[in-house]
């Protein structure tokens, strides 16, 4: 276990960690907020419904000074964690630190975004986008769903509460918090996804009619400005969207490849998820709907 560092696992009670067999991980160690520890590990088995590959492995672990994980760690002196608290063991993937891996909103995104003009496919016919445009094109699209589904702010919300706050548009032209790029390959990677699913919903519906409503627009605006979708993610949307209680399919989805998960206390986050989750998957669905009806 070694201490964190501003871009290597982040907060001061979070550890940079390396298994055995040379892996490495970050463990985020947020008790007793422990709807942060749910956030990320459920947004991350969220992205693997969905099919996504890009959001890096989560696995849950509970602290115990007797399990052979920890044994000699002596954790709770070394890292100040709490005996019996969670944490969760996210993979580590180097290159993600280097400057020339952050990622800034494609400019053809942008200017759709700026002109609240939806991106379509017809958009598109008359652009020379190369293989690679297309690609990173259709990532974006992605995270947008993504992150209006989780409710995350502190990725491209962020930037567009700072770029309000700031009175500075601009702000939404640098590069995105919580983002990077593989280098090499383009492939986005999001990061840092503790905010998804309860806290996220936490501000949007208990934020109160300023700070609340505030980021219920800014991912409106954002997945508003998009009419192209890749068809495997609208399939997945749809198919969740239509089952009974999709909150629960995610949870059980969750709970069968994670046991650990099932024993996380549940707190008044927990209920706020169960009754929103649904609700934002069927905006994002009915927004798809919108896209493909005659205009």
């Known amino acids: 276990m070694e ?3 501003w871009n290597r696992c982040g907060r001061p009670k979070n550890r940079f960690i390396t298994l055995d067999d040379g892996t490495a991980l970050c463990a985020r160690y947020r008790h007793p907020q422990d ?4 956030g990320e ?6 992205s ?5 590959d ?4 989560v696995v849950l672990a509970q602290l115990s000074s007797t399990d052979v994980l920890w044994r000699n760690q002596n954790f709770t002196a070394s890292a100040d964690w709490t005996e019996g608290a969670f944490v969760a063991l996210i993979q580590w993937m180097d290159g993600l630190n280097h400057e020339r891996s952050r990622v800034r909103m494609p400019h053809l995104l942008l200017s759709h975004y700026e002109s609240g003009i939806p991106l379509t496919a017809g958009s598109l016919d008359n652009r020379q986008l190369n293989a690679d445009h297309l690609s990173s094109l259709l990532q974006w699209t992605d995270l947008i769903v993504f992150d209006y589904i989780t409710g995350h702010y502190d990725r491209v919300a962020s930037m567009q509460d700072g770029a309000k706050r700031e009175m500075r548009p601009s702000v939404m032209a640098e590069s995105i918090r919580n983002l990077r790029q593989v ?12 905010s998804g699913l309860f806290d996220g919903y936490e501000l949007m519906y208990h934020g109160g009619p300023e700070t609340g409503l505030q980021f219920l627009g800014f991912h409106r605006r954002l997945l508003r400005s998009v009419c192209v979708f890749r068809r495997r993610t609208v399939g997945r949307l749809r198919s969740l969207a239509a089952s009974p209680g999709p909150d629960r399919v ?6 069968v490849r994670e046991p650990v998960y099932r024993k996380l206390v549940e707190t008044p986050e927990v209920e706020l998820f169960r009754t929103m989750f ?4 069927k905006e994002v669905v009915a927004w798809i709907d919108q896209c493909a009806s005659p205009r």
Not at 41 to 46: D, G, K, P, Q, W
Not at 48 to 52: D, I, Q
Not at 54 to 57: D, E, I, L, R
Request: glycine letters at 10%; charged letters at 20%; aromatic letters at 12%.
């Open 41 to 46: 590990v459920l947004s991350f088995y969220l």
């Open 54 to 57: 890009n959001v890096p492995a």
């Open 48 to 52: 693997k419904y969905l099919a996504f």
């Open 183 to 194: 280098l090499g390959s383009g492939k986005l990677v999001l990061i840092d996804n503790e």
């Open 278 to 281: 649904g609700v934002r998957l």
């Open 3 to 5: 201490e964190p560092q």
């Open 35 to 38: 709807a942060l520890v749910r």
């Open 250 to 255: 995610i949870e059980e989805y969750a709970g």
